[in-house]
């Protein structure tokens, strides 16, 4: 079955740094989600790509549909210690009325204040 | 909007009892999703319902695991009899006519089986 790639597993970062963190597919996608995991709680959705090589910022976030469709980036800038988590990234493949989410494993985030 | 409300938040069992894990998806939301996440198998999507029909359980680990949705707002997962093995965190999820939009996650139930 389809599978994702995320990378890193995990990121120990100073406040103010910046991040960056990707997901690979063995197949195309054609549309990648981002998810937030705070401790304690459930996924919430950062930001929603839909085009190959479409870029998309929610404040301190960018994230971006790889040209390829088999890929996708999430950059964080200047990190705070709320930026804490476990970052999710998805992948459907939509068709008619039919896409079930395949989500990749996860890079959790520690900054250091 | 309440978002997706789960209930319990946290479940302690002893084994070899029965569970029920209890969601009331978003109104208007058609789609509703049963995850379970583990340390060692991240989020692994258990079964979904898309207008109260369950359309693929292959994820369900065994016929210990069973999942209703009776009507548009309310379903439960079910686990009978328990072991400790099924400790782990569910998650229920619901989405609109366009999946596209993402899931909408509960908080969970963190499931303890002793």
């Known amino acids: 079955g389809q599978q994702l790639n995320q990378s890193p597993q995990s990121m120990f970062i100073q406040e103010g740094e910046d991040v960056s963190m990707n997901c690979t597919s063995s197949s195309i996608f054609n549309t990648w989600l981002w998810y937030k995991q705070d401790p304690g709680e459930g996924p919430v959705l950062l930001i929603a790509?839909?085009?190959?090589?479409e870029l998309t910022s929610n404040g301190r976030l960018t994230a971006q549909f790889g040209i390829t469709r088999k890929d996708s980036f999430l950059n964080i800038s200047a990190s705070i210690p709320s930026d804490v988590g476990i970052y999710f990234c998805a992948g459907m493949n939509y068709g008619g009325s039919q896409g079930n989410l395949i989500f990749g494993k996860g890079t959790k985030l520690s900054v250091k204040p | 909007d309440a978002g997706v409300i789960q209930s319990p938040r946290h479940e302690v069992t002893e084994m070899g009892q029965e569970v029920t894990l209890r969601c009331k998806p978003i109104s208007g939301h058609n789609s509703l999703f049963w995850y379970r996440q583990t340390m060692m198998r991240g989020l692994e999507l258990l079964i979904y319902?898309?207008?109260?029909?369950?359309?693929?359980d292959s994820g369900m680990p065994e016929d210990r695991f069973s999942a209703k949705m009776p009507n548009a707002s309310f379903s439960t997962l079910k686990i009978q009899p328990s072991e400790p093995r099924d400790s782990a965190v569910y998650f229920c999820?619901?989405?609109?006519?366009?999946?596209?939009?993402?899931?909408?996650f509960g908080s969970g139930t963190r499931l303890t089986v002793v």
């Open positions: 999820a619901s989405s609109s006519r366009d999946p596209r939009a993402g899931y909408t």
């Open positions: 790509l839909y085009k190959a090589g």
């Open positions: 319902f898309n207008n109260n029909v369950p359309i693929d």
